[in-house]
């Protein structure tokens, strides 16, 4: 069984808000790799999940627990949201931010991305 690192941030960077609706299940790998919060995720053809590529899977879920790597083939358990609204800035594919394409995929899905202004940061710094 492949070892699982789990990095955790704080509650800072919450991504979902709102009435959302929940999925426990696994992401998959078929080697080593990690899963970020807010990395979009596509349904495997086994019923679990995996990471969603931007062209090939269609986006169903986001991941919405702390950031975890495997340093081999294997499974991560994970909390999806598979319903309600997300933070736009805040969602991922393959660790750079989401494109159009992705996002209306989400919404087709039921995931809400909404644009956010935090209203805590200064605007002249």
């Known amino acids: 069984m492949a070892n699982m690192n789990i990095q955790n941030y704080g509650s800072d960077n919450l991504i979902h808000f709102g009435d959302c609706e929940f999925e426990s299940n696994v992401v998959t790998f078929a080697a080593a790799g990690s899963v970020k919060k807010g990395d979009i995720l596509a349904r495997a053809a086994d019923g679990t999940f ?22 081999a083939a294997g ?47 200064a605007d002249n710094q």
């Not at 990471?51 to 340093?71: C, K, M, N, Q, R």
């Open 75 to 121: 499974t991560i358990p994970c909390r999806a949201l598979i319903i309600g609204k997300v933070r736009k800035d805040k969602i991922l594919v393959g660790g750079s931010a989401a494109d159009i394409a992705d996002l209306d995929g989400l919404k087709a899905a039921g995931i809400i991305p909404v644009a956010i202004t935090e209203m805590n940061i």
């Open 50 to 71: 995996e990471l969603h590529d931007g062209s090939t899977t269609t986006p169903v879920a986001v991941y919405i627990d702390e950031d975890a790597s495997l340093d």
